[in-house]
């Protein structure tokens, strides 16, 4: 009769093991868009509706958590407060390890961006030497990083040229512009306000925008989810990330860009004429020789 038993245990063990396995869990979707969107209420209308689309392409109770400074989003992060989450891209980096990759949110058919340096002054980046520069505040160290290696391409050191003054997003830095209390702010340039009192004074190259990563080993399920999960505004359908994409820039903005070969410039080709240097006449008129000049005479003077 002990075997009966043992084998009905085991089948009751292996029911609720199943069970347990089959039962929904609950995942923590956050969103720190700090720089890609600007208004507040759309980086929250955003998260609650990828939120909602996440739980039906899951099947698993999603919830949506919008963050507006990095410090709340890092350490919701580091607390293991949040499954997985859309962030700049700059952000991502700034998390390090703590965040896996998993795809690019394209927002008008583009996955990246441009930045801009404006100002309500006329000049150029030279003239804000020594002033005060409002941008977005990430991790600290990492900022003066993202300014100098991604915006500025290597060619200037942002902490030594500027003040550098952290906000905690665009609406921020603009408003910290308006009010006087920084000279420039650095901002994408989507985001520069239309008008004549602002000036735009730098434009950055393209910059990659959002990016959807894991952040508690969910990275299978997000990839299979991918397909189902469609355009959620203001961003397009999430795109895959291609090869080393975003190693790349992570590279970029840890180490900055390669350093830049000097150009040399090509001299023209220089043909010399080989029966020049045989041909004596070639060379045009010679001189007379001396030697027979300056023989000695044979013969003896006469005393």
Same mark, same amino acid.
């Given at each position: 009769?002990?075997?009966?038993?043992?084998?009905?245990?085991? +089948?009751? +063990?292996?029911?609720?093991?199943?069970?347990?396995?089959?039962?929904?869990?609950?995942?923590?979707?956050?969103?720190?868009?700090?720089?890609?969107?600007?208004?507040?209420?759309?980086?929250?209308?955003?998260?609650?509706?990828?939120?909602?689309? =996440?739980?039906?392409? =899951?099947?698993?109770?999603?919830?949506?958590?919008?963050?507006?400074?990095?410090?709340?989003?890092?350490?919701?992060?580091?607390?293991?407060?949040?499954?997985?989450?859309?962030?700049?891209?700059?952000?991502?980096?700034?998390?390090?390890?703590?965040?896996?990759?998993?795809?690019?949110?394209? %927002?008008?058919?583009?996955?990246?961006?441009?930045?801009?340096? !404006?100002?309500?002054?006329?000049?150029?980046? *030279?003239?804000?030497?020594?002033?005060?520069?409002?941008?977005?505040?990430?991790?600290?160290?990492?900022?003066?990083?993202?300014? @100098?290696?991604? !915006?500025?391409?290597?060619?200037?050191?942002?902490?030594?040229?500027?003040?550098?003054?952290?906000?905690?997003?665009?609406?921020?830095?603009?408003?910290?512009?308006?009010?006087?209390?920084?000279?420039?702010?650095?901002?994408?340039?989507?985001?520069?306000? *239309?008008?004549?009192?602002?000036?735009?004074?730098?434009? @950055?190259? %393209?910059?990659?925008?959002?990016? +959807?990563?894991? =952040?508690?080993?969910?990275?299978?399920?997000?990839?299979?989810? =991918?397909?189902?999960?469609?355009?959620?505004?203001?961003?397009?359908?999430?795109?895959? #990330?291609?090869?080393?994409?975003?190693?790349?820039? @992570?590279?970029? !903005?840890?180490?900055?860009?390669?350093? %830049?070969?000097?150009?040399?410039?090509?001299?023209?080709?220089?043909?010399?004429?080989?029966? !020049?240097?045989?041909? @004596?006449?070639?060379?045009?008129?010679?001189?007379?020789?001396?030697?027979?000049? #300056?023989?000695?005479?044979?013969?003896?003077?006469?005393?």
């Amino acid at each position: 009769m002990k075997a009966p038993r043992f084998l009905l245990a085991g +089948l009751v +063990l292996a029911c609720s093991l199943t069970a347990s396995a089959a039962a929904p869990k609950k995942a923590t979707l956050g969103v720190f868009l700090a720089t890609t969107l600007a208004d507040g209420q759309e980086r929250f209308e955003y998260a609650e509706a990828l939120a909602a689309r =996440l739980t039906d392409a =899951l099947d698993v109770p999603v919830a949506a958590k919008s963050f507006g400074r990095y410090e709340d989003f890092s350490r919701a992060v580091a607390g293991g407060m949040v499954d997985f989450a859309v962030v700049d891209a700059w952000a991502a980096v700034q998390l390090g390890a703590k965040a896996k990759p998993v795809a690019w949110a394209s %927002r008008s058919g583009d996955t990246q961006q441009r930045w801009a340096i !404006v100002s309500l002054q006329r000049g150029a980046v *030279k003239d804000l030497a020594g002033k005060r520069l409002a941008h977005v505040k990430g991790a600290g160290p990492s900022d003066p990083k993202f300014v @100098s290696h991604v !915006v500025l391409g290597g060619d200037l050191d942002a902490q030594r040229h500027f003040k550098l003054t952290p906000v905690p997003n665009v609406e921020s830095a603009l408003k910290m512009l308006e009010a006087k209390g920084a000279d420039a702010a650095l901002v994408p340039l989507a985001h520069v306000p *239309k008008g004549k009192e602002v000036r735009t004074l730098f434009r @950055s190259g %393209r910059v990659p925008g959002a990016v +959807l990563v894991d =952040l508690r080993n969910h990275e299978a399920a997000l990839n299979g989810a =991918l397909g189902a999960l469609g355009a959620v505004a203001p961003f397009d359908a999430f795109a895959r #990330l291609q090869d080393k994409d975003f190693e790349d820039f @992570s590279r970029l !903005v840890t180490k900055g860009p390669p350093r %830049r070969q000097p150009v040399l410039a090509e001299g023209a080709d220089l043909h010399v004429e080989a029966e !020049v240097l045989v041909r @004596s006449e070639e060379l045009g008129p010679a001189l007379p020789s001396f030697v027979g000049d #300056l023989a000695v005479s044979s013969e003896q003077p006469d005393d």
